[in-house]
């Protein structure tokens, strides 16, 4: 008696029987309506089979058979009909992908017969058709991973199912496709977007600006570390500094558009304390410009950039360094999920 599972088992095996010769036949030039015919397969996914196994288009396989057929027909008064047909079927063979041996086996001839016959008619040999279907195969993979490379340039902090539906291409070839320089900025399954504990309001430039203009008539000239204390100790309805320098780049550039007297910290004033958002938001800012998240690679990139707190200071405030990072991610996801 036949269970469910094994009754499925069996429709799935049928399935991939009818798909292993449909790129049989594709491979040989055969038209959609004769695929269809044989297999039973929707057109839809028989177009969808070529393009997944990066098969020469049927046409083109097609065109080169005419052209086959049409050389040997101008050798046929030295050619019996017999050799003429098996010439064409050694062709037909060689575009499927069968090596000379094997197509010698076949024939009953040996391997070089098989090698000048193909090259008398001018058609691709088998190593030529596997090396074009490699090249083809390769630039398809390229092709998927320029799509995602941008894709999760512009969306940093996305997910991979995100990341399938944003570009039409399967989960499974996003997860081996991703390119190593920007699988850092793709969000885990195990982050939790409800963990962030840092989500505020989104401020406009113009909220931003008006919110420097208010400290700046408290005190000026304005660093940011004034501005921070008095954001804190007066009603001023306005971002971080750290937040303003994420939008703005630099304190100058900021006060600059305010139209503000921009101030500036001595030395040793500016080692300070930083807050767990402040931290993270650091953190995303170097993801963001870097092809790699490791911590070495933060650690490095903070004796560059005065005022950054080291990897280790961090993981002290925030958890290990794979939770930090995805905290960082999370920020990042806000500069395109705001809306």
Known sequence: MNTPHNSSSVLHQSRQDQIEIAIVLLKAGATLDVVFKTTALPKA?????????????????????????????????????????RDLEIIQLAQSGMT??????KMGI?????RKILKI???????AVRQQEKAQAQTAIDRVQRSLH?????????????????????EIECKSNIPSDVDHLVLSPRANPAANRWTTAKWTDSQVLDAIRAAAE???????????????????????????LQRF???????????????????????????AEEMIIQLAEFMRNSSTASHQAYNAWSRTHEGAPNGQTIRNECGTWSECCQLALLELRKEWTSN
């Open 45 to 85: 996914m028989i177009n969808e089979i070529v393009i997944r196994e990066g098969l020469v288009k049927p046409w083109k396989i097609r065109k080169q058979l005419r052209e086959a057929e049409r050389a040997l027909k101008m050798e046929s008064n030295r050619k019996s009909s017999q050799n003429l047909q």
């Open 100 to 105: 000379l041996r094997e197509i010698a086996t």
């Open 110 to 114: 040996s391997s070089e017969r098989v």
């Open 121 to 127: 008619n001018g058609a691709m040999s088998p190593k």
């Open 150 to 170: 941008d894709w999760i340039k512009t969306h940093m902090g996305c997910t991979i199912v995100e990341l399938s539906l944003g570009t039409g291409v399967r």
């Open 218 to 244: 408290i005190s000026t000239p304005l660093s940011y570390a004034t501005y921070d204390r008095i954001r804190n100790e007066y009603p001023i309805d306005g971002p971080s500094a750290i937040r303003i």
């Open 249 to 275: 780049r630099t304190w100058n550039d900021a006060c600059s558009q305010a139209g503000v007297e921009p101030g500036h910290l001595p030395r040793e004033v500016y080692a300070r304390k930083w807050t």
